[in-house]
């Protein structure tokens, strides 16, 4: 068999993307590149699985925000330059043994395999112990989809790549922003006006096509997200952005601590296969203090009122989903008669409710909240995260959110806007009582 050069068909890295592929040949583990589009992250990252998958034998992931998105971003890409797919090229047939096309998998004549997963389900593949992962998109992915897979990373030796361009202030800017000054970590932003990769005139007509395509506010903020590499521009279609972008600057993200004389309400979302979510907030009159938030995937109940019980809140009311009333999986009991049993109570179950009156209820809420940074930033980043879905097809937004690791946080904040919403109308609605009357000196009556 004729000799095979790897990476394959002459690919070789382009003089922006060197400093990252000598960094990775040089034995690197730890990559972080926030670059603009068309960069070619994803083809960095391929070829450099293709290398590591022949040098050292093991298991080798591509991980999208969600594996259903992954067949088309990266599976069944292709590269409209030379019409083959990019895992082709990437993976030419003479190193595989095997193609798995409905799995997304590739295993190499020396063993090696490789295969496009989702961090919407990364836990459900723990099995095949990665020594090499790609998060593709990070600033869409799971955020913990991390911290589950860093431990098995650092104890095989193994390597990450985080690739993205940016969304927000959320998760990709805060881990960004911790790991840029770290020994060992190699972090870069690689802008249109760093790299010079087109040029003027290419970047104004690519401009005015995002302009028509999403309007003008989301055209330009999608502009400076993909090519200026802009955090701080507003993600398209987000329901909350603007909003926890003004708490932000107004300082109402920031330490916020637990006041013990005030009484905490929880808010849960209980999530069957996906997360379950519980928001901690405490009120002064209109002012509401969110103070902690905690979250678990593939956890019992009692997980969660264990969690509760460890906090030194004290707690006056847990507000549920109409779902709440459902049967428990495992058991078939009620999962608030569970709860309850748990000593999570009181809990109030709210009925069913739209999500659009829903988002209205948070809408209403969040100027008048303040978050604790540290113990809600998960959470935050999810509120900044959550947003509409994307038809294709038609180029619109559809009138329903996007569901991905996001909804969660934001399904249990709902339920916290419209139980606080609907117990203040019941506050306001009730008949005022009257006070001591006594006769005026003419035929009416005046409260004292």
């Known amino acids: 068999m004729a000799e095979l050069q790897i990476p394959a068909y002459g690919w070789h890295p382009r003089d922006c993307q060197m400093p990252l592929w000598t960094y990775l040949e040089n034995g690197g583990r730890r990559a972080y590149e926030v670059a ?9 990252a ?24 992954a067949r088309k971003a990266i599976w069944d890409a292709v590269n409209p330059h030379t019409g083959r797919r990019r895992i082709d090229e990437a993976f030419p047939a003479e190193i595989r043994a095997t193609t798995k096309e409905q799995e997304m998998f590739i295993r190499f004549i020396n063993g090696s395999t490789w295969q496009v997963v989702g961090s919407d389900n990364f836990n459900s593949l723990v099995g095949s112990t990665p020594i090499g992962v790609v998060f593709s998109e990070w600033a869409l992915a799971n955020p913990s989809a991390w911290a589950f897979l860093s431990p098995i990373l650092l104890e095989n030796g193994g390597w990450a790549i985080f690739i993205t361009t940016p ?7 805060t881990f960004f922003d911790a790991m840029r000054d770290e020994p060992g970590w190699f972090c870069e932003v690689s802008n249109v006006e760093k790299t010079g990769r087109f040029t003027p005139e290419q970047l104004a007509a690519e401009k005015r096509q995002l302009v028509a395509q999403y309007g003008e506010d ?3 903020a999608k502009y400076e997200q993909e090519y200026d590499c802009s955090f701080d ?4 279609g987000s329901y909350y ?3 926890m972008k003004a708490l932000y600057e107004s300082g109402r993200i920031s330490d916020v601590p637990y006041d013990p004389s005030l009484p905490c309400v929880t808010a849960w979302d209980l999530g069957y296969g996906d997360s379950t979510v519980i928001w901690i907030a405490q009120q002064r009159g209109p002012e509401v203090s969110v103070i902690d938030c905690i979250a678990g995937s593939g956890m019992g109940l009692d997980w969660y009122a264990k969690q509760l019980s460890e906090k030194p809140y004290t707690y006056k009311q847990h ?3 109409h779902d ?4 428990d999986v495992g058991t078939g009991k009620r999962r608030i008669d569970i709860l309850r049993s748990l000593g999570v109570k009181p809990m109030r179950i709210l009925p069913r409710t739209g999500v659009d009156d829903g988002i209205s209820a948070a809408r209403a809420l969040l100027p008048r909240c303040r978050f604790d940074k540290k113990k809600c930033q998960r959470g935050i980043d999810a509120l900044e995260q959550y947003r509409k879905s994307w038809d294709d097809k038609n180029k619109v937004f559809r009138d329903k959110p996007l569901h991905d690791w996001a909804s969660d946080y934001a399904d249990a904040f709902r339920y916290l806007a419209v139980g606080l919403r609907d117990r203040e109308g019941d506050m306001l609605r009730q008949p005022v009582k009257p006070r001591l009357q006594i006769p005026t000196t003419g035929t009416g009556w005046m409260s004292a």
């Open 319 to 321: 507000i549920g989903p």
């Open 36 to 44: 603009h589009r068309r960069w070619g992250k994803d083809d960095v």
């Open 241 to 243: 952005g603007k909003l």
């Open 167 to 173: 969304r927000g202030r959320n998760h990709a800017k």
């Open 218 to 220: 989301d055209g330009n």
């Open 46 to 69: 391929l070829n450099w699985a293709a290398v590591s998958a022949l040098t050292k034998v093991g298991n080798y992931w591509h991980m999208l925000p969600e594996a259903s998105q």
């Open 233 to 236: 521009a507003a993600i398209q």
């Open 324 to 327: 709440a009333e459902n049967g």
